[in-house]
């Protein structure tokens, strides 16, 4: 089925103060003897010949997980908003899978049933569980940018919020679906 889906460019968001993490830039710190973006790096390679990542710090660590690297338009850690905005600005395909940098255990049967719901209802997917948006695991159309932008120039910060202003698909994931997992916290990275 994935072989029927058009192209996707894939946008990594590293882009954090890793407030959670003491400061330490959480997509750098270390899993299982690699940083947490290079095990989302060998999940979605394959998907996509356009892996953008939006980072505002450590740019050379993280070139070698990247086709391109973007930056917030703003200083300052402005959220995940402006980490969007710029990389769906860089990205070369028409549909861009969308995940955080501390999400290590997401795999390719979640973002292909994502980047088919999208694909099929041609609209934004977004991951829902437990009746909550999981704004950091979606498929965008790239059509959406002007829409983000907008929502920034308004002073809109918030991202869910944001992509909600379109059509949007919920892909119903378990509370306790560990692939959807956030790495927030040190005690994570001791599993």
Known sequence: MPDALPPCSVLILAGGRGQRMGGRDKGLLEWRGEPLVAHIQRTVRPLSDDLVISCNRNQQAYAAYADHLVGDAEAD??????????????????????????????????????????????????????????????????????????AWATGERSLQKALLRETVQGFECAVDDRRLSNFNSPEWLQG
């Open 77 to 150: 850690f402005p959220g995940p908003l402006a980490g969007v905005i710029a990389g769906l600005q860089a990205a070369r395909h028409e549909w861009v899978v969308l995940l955080a940098c501390d999400a290590p255990l997401v795999d390719q049967a979640l973002i292909d049933a994502l980047r088919q719901l999208a694909v099929t209802a041609d609209s934004a997917a977004m991951v829902r569980q437990g009746g909550y948006w999981q704004p950091m695991f979606s498929v965008l159309p790239r059509r959406v940018l002007p829409v983000l932008e907008q």
